[in-house]
Nanobody, 114 residues
């Protein structure tokens, strides 16, 4: 089964920045709309941002103007540049194809705290 693996999380102070990466297995990445999700402890997973095969992006209102999603199809890699981080951004971040065709990865923990 195709899979993804997220990385790049960590502990950062409010107002700081992080860049997350997601590497996908297989050779279908360039044909998929890809999505970043996050899950706060005890809550359901929520969509953060998505990017189509043509590069059209969509953002949840709570990250507009702060996060940027991008992709490198040659490297089957999805990115999430996160700026002006807030404590509310603390969560485990996951990536997947829009219809969840990849097996879910372990996610990467982002903690925003002073």
């Amino acid at each position: 089964q195709m899979s993804v693996e997220e990385s790049g999380g960590g502990l950062v102070q409010p107002g700081g920045s992080l860049t997350l990466s997601c590497v996908a297995s297989g050779n279908m990445f360039s044909m998929y709309t890809m999505v970043w999700y996050r899950q706060h402890s005890g809550r359901q997973r929520e969509l953060v941002a998505s990017i189509t095969i043509g590069g059209t992006t969509h953002y949840a209102d709570f990250v507009k103007g702060r996060f940027t999603i991008s992709r490198d199809n040659d490297k089957s890699t999805l990115f999430l540049q996160m700026n002006k981080l807030e404590p509310e951004d603390t969560a485990v971040y996951y990536c997947n194809q829009l219809l969840h065709r990849y097996a879910w990865g372990p996610g990467t923990q982002v903690t925003v705290a002073s």
